[in-house]
């Protein structure tokens, strides 16, 4: 069984940067892309970035310029760099894989890590 194992999340003052780490273990099939989620309190889950097979990014509109996705060469560790953090970033943040031919919807998602708080004091 795949499973996957965020790391990284603290608390940091506005302006200020962390790096989220993915680790996966188990089998990791070639057709599954991975992307990060969060969810703040009292609001829906919400995708923040994606990568696709072909090396592709996408971002949520309120991240792009300040967070970025990457895989490690085995494409079985996915990151997240997170620059001039904003208290509405404060969420928990969590990693997912879904076949990449499916749409980057939370419910194509077939694995879930269990999350990292990432809390960001103004």
């Known amino acids: 069984q795949v499973q996957l194992a965020e790391s990284g999340g603290d608390s940091v003052q506005a302006g200020g940067s962390l790096r989220l780490s993915c680790a996966g273990s188990?089998?990791?099939?070639?057709?599954?892309?991975m992307g990060w989620f969060r969810q703040a309190p009292g609001k829906e889950r919400e995708g923040v970035a994606h990568i696709d097979d072909d090396g592709s990014t996408s971002y949520a509109e309120s991240v792009k310029g300040r967070f970025t996705i990457s895989q490690n060469s085995a494409k079985n560790i996915l990151f997240l760099q997170m620059n001039k953090l904003k208290p509405e970033d404060t969420a928990i943040y969590y990693c997912a894989l879904r076949r990449c031919s499916l749409p980057k919807v939370w419910d194509a998602f077939d694995y879930w890590g269990q999350g990292t708080q990432v809390t960001v004091s103004s």
């Open positions: 188990g089998y990791i099939s070639r057709i599954y892309c």
